[in-house]
């Protein structure tokens, strides 16, 4: 149990394009999902904390117009990279939290985004 | 501020033993994860403490003392495959994870 899915698993695009990735929990609901962002050979830095049917909360220094985060359903939650530059290659990963006391985050797979 | 150090690379021997340590300052605490993770993949979970003491789970223990704010994690007869980031994680008093920037471990034949 406690799958969570993430989808493309990896994109390639031009730059001003936007992107959207999809984190999906498939066996569980996730009252909590978490955005976060990993450059290589870095640790996962936390983007943005959603939680469902309200808005996401953003870290600091993180652009809640460039990075548009959707948590409408308690298995559903989108990240929207909008008008995406070579910097914001990086590697994207969501997690999920249920309702529980044990407070483990179950993570996707990861999505791999190139922005040429 | 809050913070988790945890040292940046380990290199151990196939089938050795070898001890990642973490040390943390938060503002509250409310368990700690240790996480795995290869290159290009998303963590796995390794182990859960939030008591003192030892955890064992098969090749992999881990260890808590709250007082001294400090972790570790065991790594057993270690296999090529282990060759891995290791990520130490502590839950604050607001139920958030703070990460440390992880140990990457080199096992050599």
């Known amino acids: 149990g406690a799958v969570v899915s993430q989808h493309p698993s990896w994109v390639i695009c031009k730059s001003g394009t936007s992107v959207k990735i999809e984190c999906r929990s498939l066996?569980?609901?996730?009252?909590?999902m978490f955005w976060y962002r990993q450059f290589p050979k870095q640790s996962l830095m936390l983007m943005a904390t959603?939680?469902?049917?309200?808005?996401?909360?953003?870290e600091q220094g993180v652009e809640k117009d460039k990075f548009l985060i959707n948590h409408a359903s308690l298995t559903l939650s989108t990240l929207t990279v909008t008008s995406a530059h070579p910097e914001d290659s990086s590697f994207y990963i969501c997690?999920?939290?249920?309702?529980?006391?044990?407070?483990?985050?179950?993570f996707g797979p990861g999505t791999r985004l190139t922005v040429l | 501020g809050q913070n988790i150090d945890q040292p940046t690379e380990m290199t151990a021997t196939e089938g050795a033993i070898v001890q990642i340590n973490c040390t943390y300052q938060t503002s509250g605490f409310n368990g700690l994860f240790w996480y795995q993770q290869h290159a290009g993949e998303a963590p796995t979970f390794l182990s859960y403490?939030?008591l003192d003491g030892l955890e064992e789970k098969g090749r992999f223990s881990s260890f808590l003392s709250r007082s001294k704010g400090y972790s570790y994690l065991l790594l057993k007869e270690l296999q090529m495959k282990d060759s891995a980031s290791y990520l130490c994680?502590?839950?604050?008093?607001?139920?958030?994870?703070?990460w440390g920037a992880g140990t990457k471990l080199i096992i050599k034949p």
């Open positions: 066996d569980f609901q996730a009252t909590t």
């Open positions: 997690s999920a939290r249920g309702a529980g006391d044990y407070n483990e985050q179950f």
């Open positions: 994680a502590v839950v604050d008093s607001n139920y958030q994870l703070i």
């Open positions: 403490n939030v």
């Open positions: 959603s939680n469902e049917g309200s808005k996401a909360t953003y």
